[in-house]
């Protein structure tokens, strides 16, 4: 088996393309069955390039944040004999909660880290001083 084009690139780098890519992949791996998106692939490309960016979208979140909205969602959703699959437009439709919960932190991590730097700055700034 090859390895998909978005295992080569960091995820930072991913495209629409990418993360429909890995939706897929990981939808074959843990339910057996192939891919289906919701409602068509232009309105999953749609909501993806929404969020990541296009060429001609600007991106609102790092793919690293939709990666692990869909890790989560993939790992919290159970299938069942009536409904084998699932899809991003499932997730982003009926899992806002898990978004909104890695959102937040997301946020209070890049919080965290600017503190940290404006800390080392100002211990720094005092440091020159004495």
């Given at each position: 088996?090859?390895?998909?084009?978005?295992?080569?690139?960091?995820i930072?780098?991913w495209?629409?393309?990418?993360?429909?890519?890995?939706?897929?992949?990981?939808?074959?791996?843990?339910?057996?069955?192939?891919?289906?998106?919701?409602?068509?692939?232009?309105?999953?490309?749609?909501?993806?390039?929404?969020?990541?960016?296009?060429?001609?979208?600007?991106?609102?979140?790092?793919?690293?944040?939709?990666?692990?909205?869909?890790?989560?969602?993939?790992?919290?959703?159970?299938?069942?004999?009536?409904?084998?699959?699932?899809?991003?437009?499932?997730?982003?439709?009926?899992?806002?909660?898990?978004?909104?919960?890695?959102?937040?932190?997301?946020?209070?991590?890049?919080?965290?880290?600017?503190?940290v730097?404006?800390?080392?700055?100002?211990?720094?700034?005092?440091?020159?001083?004495?």
């Amino acid at each position: 088996m090859t390895t998909p084009k978005y295992a080569d690139k960091p995820i930072e780098k991913w495209t629409v393309n990418d993360m429909l890519s890995y939706v897929a992949d990981k939808h074959a791996e843990l339910y057996g069955v192939e891919y289906v998106p919701f409602r068509s692939w232009s309105a999953e490309r749609g909501l993806l390039g929404n969020l990541i960016g296009t060429r001609t979208k600007p991106r609102k979140y790092s793919p690293s944040v939709v990666k692990r909205f869909v890790d989560e969602c993939f790992a919290s959703h159970r299938v069942s004999p009536q409904y084998p699959g699932v899809s991003f437009g499932w997730f982003w439709t009926y899992k806002k909660t898990v978004w909104q919960r890695v959102v937040a932190e997301e946020q209070r991590k890049a919080q965290r880290k600017e503190a940290v730097a404006k800390s080392d700055a100002d211990w720094d700034e005092l440091a020159d001083w004495l």
